[in-house]
């Protein structure tokens, strides 16, 4: 069963850095792209960037260039999203979700992570 | 930038009724666009790709339908279970969704 298990919720500070995660399991984790889509309250959905694990590439929407950073670890199947100094405005879910194969498009989605940053 | 513009916000509809949903696309995507449904609490749920093709386990009442700048989902019956917020997506030139469109019971 292809699982996409995500870290548990933060709680943290305007300027501490976070790095959340996404394991994956069931498949073949270099076989297809991890994705990270962000959800403010009440809001929908925004692309932030996306990697793959097989070539360690990894590309960003250019509203989160330079924001975030993207990266994996292939020998534990697990993507990360990290933020060296966290904003209020940086609150939200955060969703991974794979693609790749015959899936163009995101077809499983990790739970989500939910960060709140205030002081 | 792709710009992504579903309409109308809010569809009100009651069970049993056919629902139709608008997503125009700022530039052509080809058939590039894919459709999700969202439930309070929970992840989005893969519906439609390729425009048209339904994703493994989706029932034959949702449709996709369209292609270039103009596409369109479909539910021909309304559940209970199919009052949720959609959310077209483009997967043309990276991915880009629409602001959403919440469908509520009439």
């Known amino acids: 069963e292809v699982q996409l298990v995500q870290s548990g919720a933060e709680v943290k500070k305007p300027g501490e850095s976070l790095r959340i995660s996404c394991k994956v399991s069931?498949?073949?984790?270099?076989?297809?792209?991890i994705n990270w889509v962000r959800q403010m309250p009440g809001k929908g959905l925004e692309w932030m960037g996306r990697t793959d694990p097989r070539a360690s590439y990894t590309d960003y929407s250019p509203s989160f260039q330079g924001h975030v950073t993207i990266s994996t670890d292939k020998s534990i199947s697990t993507a990360y999203l990290q933020w060296s100094s966290l904003k209020p405005s940086d609150t939200a879910m955060y969703y991974c979700?794979?693609?790749?194969?015959?899936?163009?498009?995101?077809?499983?989605w990790g739970q989500g992570t939910l960060v709140t940053v205030s002081s | 930038e792709i710009v992504m513009t579903q309409s109308p916000a809010t569809l009100s509809v009651s069970r049993g009724e056919r629902a139709t949903l608008s997503c125009r696309v700022s530039?052509?995507?080809?058939?590039?666009l894919a459709w999700y449904q969202q439930k309070p609490g929970q992840p989005p749920r893969l519906l439609i790709y390729g425009a048209s093709t339904r994703a493994t386990g989706v029932p034959a009442r949702f449709s996709g339908s369209g292609s270039g700048t103009e596409f369109t989902l479909t539910i021909s019956s309304l559940q209970s279970e199919d009052f949720a917020v959609y959310y077209c997506q483009q997967y043309n030139n990276w991915f880009t969704f629409g602001q959403g469109t919440h469908l509520e019971i009439k």
């Open positions: 069931g498949y073949s984790f270099t076989s297809y792209w």
């Open positions: 530039q052509s995507v080809s058939s590039n």
């Open positions: 979700a794979r693609h790749g194969g015959q899936n163009p498009t995101p077809d499983y």
